[in-house]
């Protein structure tokens, strides 16, 4: 009820659900935790989940694997995982992503982060441009220009 009477945060939450694995839980911690995408970035959220990649690297010649912040907010990542995982099921979008990456060798965990930060990019995304997900965006896009 209280998104629904404000209507910039109603047309942010319908954005949001039209994405296939993303439902009531998700939108909203996502609304709650962004302030309604007021002064967030995609990036910013990413780092603040823990799903962002950090890299650490000594000059030219020393390179470690990325990692991902230790010190993040739990409930929200776990919140990302699980729409990850339902994306990864039921959107054919998140389907070819994580089978691709999977035929690449990736393990389990490292896809499911790659995910996780595709989702919440898209998910950002469709707020800032005031549009709802659509299955082969790419091709729309260019049959339309």
């Keep these: 009820e209280i998104i629904r009477e404000?209507?910039?945060m109603y047309r942010h939450y319908l954005h949001?659900?039209?994405c296939k694995g993303v439902g009531?839980?998700?939108s909203v911690m996502l609304i709650v935790f962004t302030d309604?995408?007021?002064g967030w970035s995609a990036k910013k959220m990413a780092s603040y989940c823990g799903i962002a990649p950090?890299?650490?690297s000594s000059g030219s010649s020393v390179f470690h694997k990325s990692n991902t912040g230790g010190y993040s907010n739990r409930r929200l990542k776990g919140i990302l995982t699980q729409a990850a995982r339902s994306a990864i099921t039921h959107n054919p979008t998140f389907k070819q992503y994580y089978q691709r990456m999977k035929a690449q060798g990736k393990p389990y965990g490292v896809i499911l982060n790659n995910v996780n930060n595709?989702?919440?990019h898209i998910l950002f995304s469709?707020?800032?441009h005031d549009?709802?997900?659509e299955l082969d965006h790419e091709a729309k896009r260019a049959l339309r220009a």
């Design 126 to 128: 469709l707020v800032a």
């Design 131 to 133: 549009c709802d997900f």
């Design 6 to 8: 404000d209507e910039e």
């Design 16 to 18: 949001l659900i039209s």
């Design 118 to 120: 595709k989702l919440l």
């Design 36 to 38: 309604n995408f007021k």
């Design 24 to 26: 009531l839980v998700t």
């Design 54 to 56: 950090f890299y650490e």
